[in-house]
């Protein structure tokens, strides 16, 4: 049973342009959120989170958006870069426990 | 800045066989993780650390065991290895639990069994 799901196994956008990785979630105890950016080879590196008393959070050219009434996040990178290819995975965490669930990830391409 | 340290960073292993896989953490961190990669089914927790002392079973715990040796030091093992367990293995940390703080990751490990 996928606790967090990103329904989208890829994306493809064009240099300068919106990104835009969504996320959805079933536990309504999941109280924090996260998105990690993951390159070949290389461990998942954090990016940005996201706690449930917010709606958004923004970093540079990234933004989370949290809807909870829906169970849904999503990540906005603006504007998109090359370098921003990658795969992303969001996770997400509930207070009193002391764990990561993982969603399934979305691979995006920044096409030049 | 080491980090997250994984040993080893490749392995192959024949079925059956047993292996530990070692994680180092030198951030002063409470809170360890393992989990796996697969194609589709991104990243699942094999079990967790959340202090010293203590281990739980994560969402794929079957075919694993886990030794917290000391705060810095988190094993897994592979008793007897099936290759429905060739994966890439990752370990991670974070401060104290998993709310209003993220985890680190290490490089990770590509496990074949063969």
């Known amino acids: 049973d996928q606790q967090v799901k990103q329904n989208s196994p890829s994306l493809s956008v064009q240099e300068g342009r919106i990104s835009i990785l969504n996320c959805d979630y079933t536990?309504?105890?999941?109280?924090?959120f996260l998105w990690y950016k993951k390159y070949p080879a290389e461990g998942p590196t954090f990016l940005i989170s996201?706690?449930?008393?917010?709606d958004k959070n923004e970093d540079g050219r990234f933004t989370v958006f949290l809807n909870k009434s829906a169970k849904h996040l999503s990540l906005h990178i603006v504007p998109s870069q090359p370098g921003d290819s990658a795969v992303y995975f969001c996770?997400?965490?509930?207070?009193?426990?002391?764990?990561?669930?993982f969603g399934t990830g979305t691979r995006l391409k920044v096409l030049a | 800045n080491a980090g997250v340290t994984q040993t080893p960073k490749f392995q192959v292993l024949k079925t059956g066989q047993s292996m530990t896989l070692q994680c180092a953490q030198d951030?002063?961190?409470?809170?360890m993780y393992w989990y796996r990669q697969d194609p589709g089914m991104g990243l699942r927790l094999i079990y967790y650390?959340?202090?010293?002392?203590?281990?739980d079973k994560g969402e794929v715990p079957n075919g694993y065991n886990v030794s917290r040796l000391n705060k810095r030091e988190f094993s897994l093992r592979l008793e007897s290895a099936a290759p429905s367990q060739t994966s890439v293995y990752f370990c991670?940390?974070?401060?104290?639990?998993?709310?209003?703080?993220?985890?680190?990751f290490g490089q990770g490990t590509r496990l074949t069994v063969v």
């Open positions: 996770a997400a965490s509930a207070s009193g426990t002391y764990k990561y669930i």
């Open positions: 536990n309504s105890m999941f109280d924090y």
């Open positions: 996201i706690s449930s008393i917010k």
């Open positions: 650390s959340a202090s010293e002392g203590t281990t």
């Open positions: 951030m002063n961190h409470n809170s």
């Open positions: 991670a940390s974070s401060p104290q639990g998993a709310v209003g703080t993220e985890a680190f």
